[in-house]
DNA sequence: TAGATTGTTAATCGATTAACAATC
DNA sequence: TAGATTGTTAATCGATTAACAATC
């Protein structure tokens, strides 16, 4: 909880400590030592220990982590005992398919709206939302409280609609566009370029 | 295309070159030295040139780089000279969504088919592709020289079908389950956890 | 208490940045 | 030739690993 300067490597490593404690808790494994889960993780204990201990001691000596424990507090780390408000621009199959993550893993995670700029979508039912117009983007984050904007649009349209998500005063982009997006310092975001992921695939097949 | 080892880090940010130094010779620029390069950038000139030279000198002195054959230097490494056959298992949103970087962006990256489970959606046609079901999966891999697998269903399906993949002597994964794949060391496994990279936003909102 | 394992310091390794000689 | 800018070496910085004293 400690708000020193975390490096990113540290925390780029979070979220797959979540995963691997859900995984044991749900498998009902109460505890396990550093090397244990290094063993299971393929990561040095030393460097779990290390990170663990970036924000203050979890574990026992003696007798290791207790999985519920640790689980909690990453999860409180990485902020998701908070609730999110996100909207999502985009009602393509993208768009469709991160509708979903409000459901099950991630609690947190309110999608509250969906906007295209495609008339023919305006008013679909998508799950439990309905497809909005472009037009009602700023009224709705503003009357809403929207922290989060999800872009999964073209990078044509990527630039402008960040522009104006960013003057609602919004604080975080998921960015699934193809383009880097200039933002001001206090707005957070984070890239998933997917077609960059998939040149790396392509640059390990040619070694 | 030397083959000494380039480190991760390097890897990871030639996407990000290519994808500039394409929407540079786009516009026309015919050379660019490292210093413009790392402004447009946000990066060190000192880093654009360290990485340019893993791969062997691509610039001039007193001149800097040509845009279009830096890029398509960039893109010779990463392998997008080559033709790659994927499959993609999951015919959800997801995996209707990937569909779509075989048209523009990708063209070394062939989608030759979708497979799911789910026999409603067997038969039907999404883009250039009918959905097959998932007992043709060896087959098709086999017979079409399937190279990549994109992984695109829940993560209790997930492991499974990476092992039948890998019997079938294919050679990379492109894995978007919520889950970590073992793999023989020959086969190459790009992971894109969305759900990883969101608890990241939310970490970098409660900052 | 003895054994186990953390928390933490120190050592190593690798990646980034700075500096400058080579050269176009 | 003089100016510009790379390629590359050296210095710095940060991240990972190893080691061990603290302690449950």
Redesign the interface.
Known sequence: MD?KNISQAV??R???Y??YLGDLKDEGVERISSSELSELMRVTASQIRQDFNNFGGFGQQGYGYNVEYLYNEIGN????N?A?HLIIVGA???G???T??SNY??R??IFEGIFDADKALIGRKIGDLTVLPMEDLEDFIISRNI??VVIAIPKTGAVSVADRAVKCGI??I?NFA??DLNVPEDV?V?N????????????????
């Open positions: 708000s925390i780029g979070l979220p797959r979540y995963r780390i990485l902020g998701l908070e999110h393509g199959n993208l469709r398919a991160l979903n993550y893993e991630n947190g995670f922290d989060i604080k975080a998921w193809h383009t957070v984070e998933v370029h997917l077609s960059d992921s998939l040149m790396k695939l392509s640059y390990m097949l040619t070694q």
